[in-house]
């Protein structure tokens, strides 16, 4: 299976003050199609730069990151808009729904953009709350729902336009234990499902346990990279 | 395009009362430029309309000595004028006299105006030639500052052409309703045939009035001024009125801006987290600022709407039924019906609703352009830039 990122000696600086703090130090990773994986370690370790990364709304200082086979250090603002809007799904912390929309049209979004007709969008958007189970919740708008239907939208809004990659920051964080598990239930189904590569950036301890890969990171670099799941290892 | 449309109208539907207000102070600006404008183009409409009927026709012939600015160059402004070169020119004879009403002298400018004329609407078919006092025509102002009543006979005071001073009585025997004050105020019109008379000054004139337009053109001892000089006070006055309404409308449009203006600085530190899923989810940052300006824009359009639910009856029926200034109107030194009728051109409507939309979108341009210059993982953690 051919890799769909390529992390190749990615450092990322930032400027604090007169000086520079590095958030990933010379990180070389590859994700194969359909994998999932998570980068865990305390916070600062580097962890949601490196989503940022994968996502294209942010590019490496050194080394190089190539998702879907684009370099995203010399992707145009208009091509890495693209390749966010085709192929890789956003799901936050603090879920981030668009709160003058209803669910229904907060799913719908992610079709708009693609400007996808009318027809096929309510059908998509639909069977998206069937797989997290918020069908009959579509007419309701974002502050009537509970922190877990929130995030379940989240979810359906980021999985909708069936993505090649889905970045997961800290999408357990604001979830009871529950809800958590619902939801980490849902996305590895999602998974198993549509073949889409999940990569969590976490410190939670339940989705470490749902991993089939778990990247752990500190002070910006990669100190274990341990695989759960032999099929894909291999 | 299209999705920015549907995006920005969601969210300005979405946003509920504050978008109901900005819309409403901006429609109500939008109505009182429109009622401004319609009015004021009404009654220039108005004013050049009675100015053409009353006074001035199409264009005058003014003979050379004559300055509608001193009375006293009425004294000399008379001759006559080429019977070759007088088709179409109705002949009006000016002389400065005093009439003398209940025991007071007023000093008046008598006015002579062939009795079978139809270029102006001085009623001087009216005066119908009877023996005893010279029937003359004054109009309502003229009436009540000199306490006059139809019958009423006064005596008038006059030099001929000689400058012998002469004086007959003159019995009123129409008064007329005019807008036109310069016709009015201080005037005595009487038929040029009894003025000739008085006078001693056949076949003379101090202006020839053309019933049509004609090239600009002078004969000897006579000017050619064409309408659109002759109208020219009248312009200048409705340009001071219209800067004037500028500035009103000015202020208006400036709060409604100004509410707009706010509400996208508001936005756009507020709806970061918005803004960076935006982006997230595949919007560039271009389109995002194109998206906020047309949110801001389109409360522009919102208020065309209900300016349009708004206006179209009510300046509808402003326009059929006038607007009433009754007294206010009766000493005011330019043409003033009592009643204005506001016209509300293609034009007008247009340039107005272009000055809303226009400065609507620039003010909402102005903060949306932060948004290119936002770090996208700054916003979507909701940090202030």
Redesign the interface.
Known sequence: MENIISLSHVTKKFEVGDGYFTALNDVSLTFKSGEFAGFVGPSGSGKTTLL?II?S??SPTDGKAIVMGKDIAKLS??AS??L???HIG?I?Q?F?L????TVF?NVE??L????VPKETRKKEVMEALEWVGLEKMAHKRPDKLSGGEGQRVAIA?AMVKKPKILLADEPTANLDSANAHAILKTMKNLNKELGTTFLFSTHDEKVMTYLDRTVSLKDGKVVSDVWDNQSIQS | MK?SF??AF??L???GLRTWLIVGILTFTFLVILFYNGLLDGWNLQAKRDAINWEFGYGQFQHKDYDPYDPFSLQNAHGVFDARNAQGLTPLLMRPASIFPNGRMLSVTLKGLPKNQRQLKIPVDRLDKQEGAIPVAIGKRMAKTAKLSLGDEISLRWRDKNGTFDAENVKVAAIFNTTISTVDQGQIWMRLEDLWRITGMNNEATIMIADQPMPDTSFKDWNYVNQEKLLQNINNVIEIERASARIIYFILLAIALLAIFDTQVLSVFRRQ??I??Y?????????VTGLFTLEGSMYSLFSMFLGTLIGVPLFGYLSQKGISFGAFTADMGIGMGDRIYPSFSPSLLVSSALIVIISATIVSFIPARKIVTMN??DA?KGKLQ
């Not at chain 1, 708009?112 to 400007?115: H, M, N």
């Not at chain 2, 982006?279 to 389109?287: C, V, W």
């Open positions: 940022n996502g709304l942010d603002h208009k808009a693209n966010r809007n085709l956003f936050f603090v981030n668009l709160p003058v929309y049209e979004f992610a708009l953009l693609q400007d809004r | 999705l549907q995006l969601r969210n539907i979405g946003a987290k918005e960076g899923t982006i997230a989810l595949g919007m560039t940052k271009n389109e996208p993982i979507l």
